[in-house]
């Protein structure tokens, strides 16, 4: 079973750094676009950066400055590297992996469980 765990969320000061992770584990054979989305409660649940297998980047403009996404394959692992944190950054961040189980299954999009990120003023 392919699961994506998600950690290093927690509670900072305005201007602070958190680094979060996402590692995937389970039998499966390749791993393509990786990402981070976040989710505040009431809201949709909005693309925060994208890493694609070859570390081609996109940002959401508003994360583009402050937020810094890389991947390690061999780890099979996402980070987001987040500084200057802002009250506003405050929300779930989630992970996300296209997965394919073996080279004749199609890319299937999974989850991780989400990890707080709270930023005090």
């Known amino acids: 079973q392919v699961q994506l765990v998600e950690s290093g969320g927690g509670l900072v000061q305005a201007g602070g750094s958190l680094r979060l992770s996402c590692a995937a584990s389970?039998?499966?054979?390749?791993?393509?676009?990786m990402g981070w989305y976040r989710q505040t409660p009431g809201t949709q649940r909005d693309l925060v950066a994208g890493?694609?297998?070859?570390?081609?980047?996109n940002y959401a403009d508003s994360v583009k400055d402050r937020f810094t996404i890389s991947r390690d394959n061999a780890k099979n692992t996402v980070y987001l590297q987040i500084n200057t944190l802002k009250p506003e950054d405050t929300a779930v961040y989630y992970c996300?992996?296209?997965?394919?189980?073996?080279?004749?299954?199609?890319?299937?999009?999974?989850w991780g469980q989400g990890t707080q990120v709270t930023v005090s003023s």
């Open positions: 996300n992996a296209a997965i394919r189980k073996s080279l004749t299954y199609p890319y299937v999009n999974y």
């Open positions: 890493i694609s297998r070859a570390g081609i980047t």
């Open positions: 389970g039998s499966f054979f390749s791993i393509d676009t």
